[in-house]
């Protein structure tokens, strides 16, 4: 219900008459700031602590990217919802190295489960599908270790990647999957898709007890709120994916949405706003949960992947991560 | 819940009143708001209308429906997207 703001334009965001506005040099916006949960802001934003601390009163976070599309950061209000008794017992699952292997492995059983169901309805890839539940079924029980597990996964995950090119358009050719700069316009896509993923998951964790940087799959010390790292890994296929092959073979993103540099490539404006569109349309696509027998949206699930974690971290119940079944 | 509020109040207070709607609901005229919000904001929005506006002199109206689909908005001439979500 809460809504997401997207800013792509540069402008300045002010407080005035007791709500947010947003200016550009051509247009002047009132925001309905009760209705806001989350902005993220893309384009180059002036903005005063007088419009931060409103914000903050709303309980609104700010996520902030970078020129590039890349995750910079977030302004995240005083936290309302603390629980120092989960927050010691989601340590102690961290310290006890059995417990923490149980939820690193679900993150990434949802993970390899959410990839398969991508290939499966697609011929093309039948046989990188079954690599991939060769290369799974086989390492799967003799994990000793995390790093055995991030491996185990980064195999998997090399040949999900490499059956992209048997059903996306030839532009969009991936020879490898690179990040940190994306050289070509498919890595650029998931990279962005990947970092508001992350940035939408770290609101969710916000609003329940959970701390953000205490995680299971990836190291808690990465200097980063790395247990939304472990929770995107359940969605990154399963949303941030399936939009990517639909805007592509829709042929709604082409190459012209990109600007190609001497060694790195990067949506444009326009193209950014397709994909916000995108996925924002299939972040608020809602599925009958069978449990709570009620619609609830891919966000909703998100959240409810936070609360399974509280359950499990009290000793209510034990952890079984999403596997979508529609 | 969908509502569509319009209002119509002495000069004095039209200004009060347009910027506690700012709060709530998007700007789509000149004396009429609209948007999506739940129960509890809709009630709080009220209580605050109230305080401010003269009960015999003012009218705030308030067309409430349970689901957007509901409303069936048809536009001649401009439509102007003032409730995009992308800036």
Known sequence: MQKTLYITSNGRLRRKDNTLYFETETEKRSIDIENIEQIHIFGEVDLNTKALNYISQYGIILHFYNYYGFYAGSFVPRKKSVSGDVVVRQALHYLDKEKRIFLAYCFV???????????????EAEAFLNAIEDEWENGRFNISSISELMGLEGRVRNIYYSSFNQFLPEDFYMEKREKRPPTNPINALISFGNSLIYSTVLTEIYHTQLDPSISFLHEPSEKRFSLSLDISEIFKPLIVDSVIFKLLNNRQITLEHFD????????????????????????ETTVRHRQLNRNVSYKGYIRLECYKLIKHFIGDQVYSPLKAWW | ???????????????????????????????????????????????????????????VYFYEMEYKIVCNKKILGQEKNYDSVIL
Do not use: P
């Not at chain 2, 000069?11 to 506690?20: A, F, P, Q």
């Open chain 1, 260 to 283: 190609e540099d001497l060694n790195y490539c990067y949506l444009n404006q326009e193209g950014r706003k397709i994909f916000i569109n995108e996925l924002r349309n299939k972040l």
């Open chain 2, 1 to 59: 819940m969908f509502v569509i509020v319009t209002y119509d109040v002495n000069e004095k207070r039209v200004n009060k009143v347009r910027k506690i709607l700012k709060k709530y609901f998007t700007w789509v005229q000149n004396s009429v708001f609209e948007g999506e919000i739940t129960y509890g904001k809709l009630e709080k929005c009220k209580r605050e209308l109230f305080s401010v506006i003269e009960k015999d002199e003012d009218s």
């Open chain 1, 109 to 123: 059983e949802s993970a390899v489960y959410h990839m398969m169901r991508n290939l499966r309805e697609r011929k």
